[in-house]
């Protein structure tokens, strides 16, 4: 990975993505879509963001949740050449109002109604609303997709990558043993809209003629009733969370078509893994990456565990204790912060260490305030940085301890109730405290500062 | 299907995930947490019959106590 990556045009998508042939069963969300039936789906939807203004150059920001509306949007935009941002359809109308004035997109995408299908639906089924902004600004680089990481207050948390980044990381992803191949399945339950499902799910699933199957309930009986659905090799591409939730199934049906499971984010439990791997009897592995730059390292095999090897192309160092990956250019926009990216590297904020005889990395934990909840990112920064600048609120401590909580002590004559409001308002559910504490006073340092020790606020909160 | 389910069986079964103690189970419950009580239910009680609609209601304890009692009536 060296030089800047060269730009492509917009057959991309065409060539990468959507060549096949026309009969090729490509998705199944509810009904199975074939290669002809979504390159029909995309141009159509080509031609109505072309009506709404949108040109090559031009810019557009997507809110939906994973959906077959979602996929033919996203890649009508790519084929245009525009640049398209991708909001979390979970963000309140609060958040994405805030994005939007920040983004400046020129063409909106929405759903006629959010959250479509109940809270377990692995898909949503959505009639678009499109919408062009006066006030719309052109792409300002040359970008394929922005995604704003959790902590967006910061200058350097919106994430840009090129269309070449997109297609390096699925052909890394055909490189790697143990993903799967022309002709098999992909059982995703990881979000499309974000890296791992959208790259290792769909964009992979597109360009490899892998099906990708979304189940229809994201229970462990409709995530079993997917797998079973088919006769193709089947992965299951997931989140931890869906370990130990299968893991829990005491007496699962027999799946000769399940291969096996690869997830992606934190390591679970040695006895989850093991219950797992005695429930299902096929190779459960792991992979390490980063919305900046995707698929980073793999285990999809389990035999380095708890460590990863290095994806095919990538450097990784570790720098006083911090792994940094060798990345040509910063994968942020706006005012650059060196304490992310610096010479030709990414500062990754995972404290871990590379072994120098066998290059296999450990991933030891964040070294910032970001938290994985359900596979979501959230920087705690962001939670508490709202909240403290509540009028309701004097003064805001975030910690996570299996659950994100805040302890606040609240202005004069304010109520919680007020502060609860606002919550709900500004922050998307997976952000929110699940429990708000109330105290008279925050613990402090001997120099005033606040303390975001765990136990040191329990016991304030106790007393 | 029919059974009885109160609040201290939900608590300790979203307890379960984990490996939480019961008073750190929060009021809300979010879409992992629903997916882990439906399989808990589903795993003592036999397969449910919950349409979007009464999963939607599922958002707190108290209505996920709300609606398993409907259910297992």
């Not at chain 1, 096996?260 to 992979?287: C, I, K, P, Q, S």
């Not at chain 1, 999809?300 to 911090?322: C, H, K, N, S, W």
């Not at chain 1, 934990?365 to 403290?388: C, F, I, N, P």
């Not at chain 1, 765990?454 to 007393?463: M, N, P």
Request: glycine share 10%; with cysteine.
């Amino acid at each position: 990975m060296t030089g800047s990556p060269p730009q492509l045009e917009p057959g991309w998508v065409d060539e990468v993505l959507l060549a096949g042939a026309a009969d090729d069963v490509c998705l199944q969300l509810g009904v199975p879509v074939s290669r002809a039936d979504l390159r029909r789906l995309v141009a159509g939807r080509g031609q109505v963001l072309a009506e709404a203004g949108l040109r090559r150059g031009g810019t557009v920001a997507l809110c939906l949740a994973p959906s077959l509306a979602f996929i033919a949007n996203l890649l009508a935009a790519w084929r245009i050449g525009a640049q398209a941002s991708l909001l979390d359809y979970r963000l309140t109308p609060y958040e994405v109002d805030a994005a939007l004035r920040r983004l400046l997109p020129q063409v909106v995408v929405t759903a006629e109604q959010q959250n479509a299908g109940g809270p377990l639906r692995g898909y949503a089924e959505i009639t678009e609303r499109v919408r062009t902004c006066p006030g719309g600004q052109p792409a300002a680089t040359s970008h394929a997709v922005i995604q704003l990481s959790s902590g967006s207050t910061g200058p350097s948390k919106v994430i840009a990558r090129h269309a070449a980044s997109l297609v390096d990381e699925v052909t890394r992803y055909t490189q790697i043993d143990g993903v799967p191949r022309q002709g098999e399945r992909i059982v995703s339950l990881a979000s499309m809209v974000h890296v791992l499902g959208l790259v290792g799910g769909l964009l992979y699933s597109l360009h490899a003629g892998v099906t990708l199957m979304i189940p229809d309930r994201m229970t462990a009986d409709g995530i079993l009733a997917a797998v079973a659905a088919g006769t193709q090799p089947t992965t299951l591409l997931g989140v931890p969370f869906h370990i130990e939730l299968l893991a829990s199934v005491t007496s699962p049906p027999g799946l000769p078509m399940l291969t096996g499971m690869t997830t992606g984010g934190e390591l679970v439990r040695a006895d989850v893994h093991a219950a797992f791997r005695d429930r299902y009897n096929v190779r459960l592995g792991n992979m390490y990456g980063m919305t900046e730059v995707g698929v980073i390292a793999t285990d999809l095999f389990g035999e380095y565990r708890p460590a990863v090897m290095p994806a095919p192309g990538f450097t990784i160092r570790e720098q006083d204790g911090e792994l940094h990956i060798a990345l040509p250019a910063s994968p942020y926009l706006g005012v650059q912060d060196p304490e992310r990216w610096s010479d030709g590297w990414l500062h990754t904020k995972d404290a871990g260490c590379v072994d120098p005889a066998t290059g296999l990395v450990r991933v030891l934990g964040r070294r910032d305030s970001q938290v994985s909840v359900g596979g979501l990112k959230v920087d705690l920064t962001e939670v508490e940085h709202m909240l403290a600048g509540l009028p309701e609120v004097a003064s805001a401590v975030v910690v996570h301890d299996h659950a994100i909580e805040a302890y606040l002590v609240l202005a004069d004559g304010a109520c919680q109730s007020a502060v609860e409001r606002e919550i709900t308002t500004r922050l998307a559910a997976y952000k929110r405290p699940r429990r708000l504490h109330v105290v008279d006073q925050l613990p402090r340092t001997a120099t005033g500062k606040l303390v975001r020790d765990h136990a040191a606020l329990k016991g304030e909160h106790r007393s | 299907m029919t059974g009885e389910i109160g609040r201290p069986d939900v608590v300790a079964m979203l307890a379960t995930y984990g490996e939480r103690r019961p008073e750190q189970v929060p009021e809300e419950i979010d879409s992992l947490e629903l997916a882990w009580l439906i399989h808990q239910v589903e795993q003592r009680y036999g397969l449910l019959d919950v349409d979007d609609d009464s999963l939607a209601r599922m958002s707190t304890v108290t209505g996920a106590v709300e609606v398993l009692t409907e259910v297992l009536r």
